[in-house]
């Protein structure tokens, strides 16, 4: 009987669920080619090829979706036999902007869950502002929040999240009309800037839709209510950037940023495998 190498098979599990090795290495604290070398020889000793690599994406080859379900078990029972070391339970205090997570939410907390079995999340999802107050107070561990502006510089960029006029394929517009656009409510930054992307460029505007998060404004987008300004990485499937069609201005990109005080090793591997999944959903 063949003996698995636990390590390459936690690498292999975590490159095809974020489909890259960069982003398995970042989860694992590892490079890339530390990655790809251990599935590489994960695949030698079964004698199969496990992943399809292509120079934009890595895919599961039909083996490799064969072996996934067996591996995610072996690499969970794994973490189970050394929980019994772990230290006592521990609680992180994690806040995310409303703007930056949208259905791939369960995926992200998946993610963390794995790496840090032992862990108590409480997660908050709030505008940014309302967060980096939280954070400053000490009420939360970590802060993932959109930079609008330049006057805090501090706390770690983890990824640079576009924005585009999102609506359903089958929006329609007359002309002559205000623009009709869903969005947060007051205040909210990503609704200031494109408010004021309008008002310059003199587009007519009203709001027909006002809720909060982004799952909440993409099912007015899905319905075909209005247009939002949202993420691309986050606005729901089937949606597109009516921006070119309707000839709106474009929209500015912003840093995602990540603050924390924390150092200890249990709350850097989960930040390390939030980091991770958050950088896999770009361009998925």
């Excluded at 050394?82 to 409303?98: D, E, I, V, Y």
């Excluded at 840090?116 to 940014?128: D, F, H, K, N």
């Amino acid at each position: 009987m063949k003996t698995l190498d636990i390590e390459a098979v936690h690498a292999f599990v975590l490159t095809a669920e974020l489909q890259s090795f960069t982003r398995a290495a970042e989860a694992l604290d590892m490079t890339q080619s530390a990655v790809s070398l251990k599935i590489k020889r994960l695949e030698d000793g079964l004698g199969r090829q496990l992943l399809e690599r292509t120079p934009r994406r890595v895919r599961l080859s039909s083996d490799g979706s064969a072996f996934l379900s067996g591996a995610r078990a072996l690499v969970a029972a794994h973490q189970g036999a050394m929980g019994a070391f772990a230290p006592k339970q521990r609680r992180l205090l994690l806040g995310m902007s409303h703007h930056i997570v949208g259905a791939e939410l369960p995926q992200l907390l998946r993610h963390i869950g794995r790496a840090e079995p032992g862990l108590t999340l409480e997660v908050r999802i709030a505008p940014s502002r309302e967060l980096l107050e939280a954070f400053d107070a000490g009420d939360l561990d970590v802060a993932i929040v959109l930079r609008h502006d330049s006057r805090r510089q501090d706390g770690k960029v983890i990824l640079r999240e576009s924005f585009g006029w999102m609506g359903a394929p089958d929006f329609e517009h007359r002309p002559g009309e205000p623009l009709r656009i869903a969005t947060q409510p007051q205040p909210c930054s990503v609704r200031a800037m494109a408010v004021k992307s309008l008002d310059t460029s003199g587009i007519a505007w009203t709001e027909t839709f006002v809720g909060g998060g982004v799952n909440t404004i993409g099912a007015a987008v899905s319905a075909g209510l209005a247009v939002a300004a949202l993420g691309r990485r986050v606005a729901p499937r089937g949606t597109v950037d009516m921006g070119p069609r309707l000839n709106l201005p474009a929209l500015p990109a912003r840093d995602v940023v990540l603050y924390t005080s924390l150092r200890d090793q249990q709350a850097k591997g989960a930040l390390k495998a939030l980091t991770a999944a958050l950088r896999s959903t770009i361009n998925r």
